[in-house]
Structures are given as C-alpha cells and as structure tokens.
C-alpha cells in the first residue's frame, strides 16, 4: 500500500493546491490529513471546502487551531498572533464547515500506524514533540508500528529500538525490524525548516520507506493575501522564509 501524509495546512489555498496535483499524480491508495486544515492563512474557508470535495478517499485527525475555531480549545494559551487568525478565521467558516471539523477525531488507526497531530500522550493537549523525551512519551502509548504527527511544522523521524530513541532526518529513511517510529510529516501551508516549500510525507508498506516530498507554490500569492485580510504581517513574512 502507498499512502500520503499532510499536515497543517492552516488556510493556505494555494500550498494546499500543490498537494492536490501531487495525489493525483501519485496516486496513492490512502491519504491521511494530518490536522490544523485552518488559522494563520487567509483562505480558510477554500482549504476546508477543497478538504471536503476530495475525489479520493481522505482520513483526518483535528489539529489545535481546527479545536480552537470550534472553541473546544482554550485560546489565551495560544500567542497573540495565533489567536488573532483564529478568531478571523471562526468569523470566516459557515456551518458546512465547522461541521467537517468537528467530524476529525482525535486519534486515527489504519493497518500498522496511527496518526494525531501532537502526540498520543494526551491528545486533546496537543502536546509538542521536540526531543527524544517527548517522543518516548509518544512511544511509550504506541501499540504499532508508525506513529505520524504535526503540528510542529518540522520534517524528522524518531527511532525507537530496544535501549535507544534516535532521530533521522532526511529525504528518505527505511524502516528496520523490531523498531517502532514517530515521523513528524512537516507543515504544507507554513513550514518552519528555512524550506518554505509545502512539505508531506508518504509510506510505502511494501518496500517499507517513509519518503518526504517539496512542492513549490506560489508563496508570493498566499502572502499577499495575508497582508491583504489585515491579518499580521509576520504571518505573510514566515511563509517567504519557511520559519
Ligand atoms: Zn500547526
């Protein structure tokens, strides 16, 4: 099986776009959406309603900023900036919309992975995973293979064998027997490696290789539109540098 994981989309019609053309090209026969399809980019509503109209088979988990337009998160422990875009952003979804995030749930299961967008040490906190230490409280709950996360917009995999966590990064890596993994699948619409490309990952089942992939998009367009919605500045800035 070949599948597809993406992450933290977070209003960026545009990043989101070069997605879409990828699946079709690959040709995957599952894709997993990765959560945080909303907040800090200015076309939230097209992200959600592109989401929704896929013509090919989509599983989801709910990111942060998706609980926080729903207000199923509290928003004063989000950064002044963070905060603004959601509350713009619950301003510019109707109903539709608000009804297919709340369908995501928390935590989703398939074959040998499961996928949450911070970690599975209680997911409705949407705990960072930043280090060895917080990927071993991931691990410590994983009962398969894979776990796949977000949320930190940063591209890397942890390994973890009997007496060791070890982290990976790169293009490519080949699972090894008797280790279990946490890839964290980068960010689509707001990458915070110095890349400012869309980033996703994909897994191949068979051959056992979690591979990473950079889209280009039209950065300069989705920026605009930032600076043109009055949202703050630095949120059109970061795309240009991928921080
Ligand atoms: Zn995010």
Redesign the pocket.
């Known amino acids: 099986m070949k599948y597809v994981f993406f992450?933290?989309i977070?209003g960026n019609l545009e990043a989101l776009e070069s997605v879409i053309s990828f699946l079709r090209r690959e040709k995957p026969d599952f894709s997993v959406f990765v959560?945080?399809a909303v907040?800090?980019g200015a076309d939230p509503a097209g992200v959600v309603s592109l989401l929704q109209a896929l013509p090919f088979p989509l599983s989801s988990v709910a990111?942060?900023?998706d609980w926080a337009v729903l207000g199923k998160t509290d928003i004063d422990c989000f950064n002044p900036m963070a905060r603004e875009a959601v509350l713009w952003t619950a301003d510019r979804l109707r109903q539709c919309h608000f009804s297919f995030l709340e369908s995501f749930p928390l935590v989703f299961g398939k074959d040998e992975f499961k996928v949450v967008?911070g970690s599975l040490y209680r997911p409705d906190r949407f705990y960072y995973i930043f280090s060895s230490t917080d990927a071993r409280r991931c691990f410590d709950l994983l009962q398969k293979k894979i776990c796949f996360v977000?949320?930190?917009?940063c591209p890397g995999i942890y390994a973890c064998g009997k007496n060791a966590v070890r982290f990976f990064s790169g293009e490519h890596l080949r699972l090894c027997r008797g280790w279990r993994y946490l890839v964290n699948v980068g960010?689509v619409g707001?990458p915070r490696d110095r890349d400012p490309r869309a980033c996703l990952c994909s897994y191949d089942s068979v051959k056992e290789i979690v591979s990473y992939h950079r889209l280009e998009y039209n950065i300069a367009s989705a920026a605009a539109k930032i600076r043109k919605a009055g949202l703050p500045l630095f949120l059109a800035e970061r795309l240009l540098l991928g921080c």
């Open positions: 992450s933290d977070h959560g945080d907040g800090y990111g942060n900023h967008h977000g949320h930190t917009h960010s707001q």
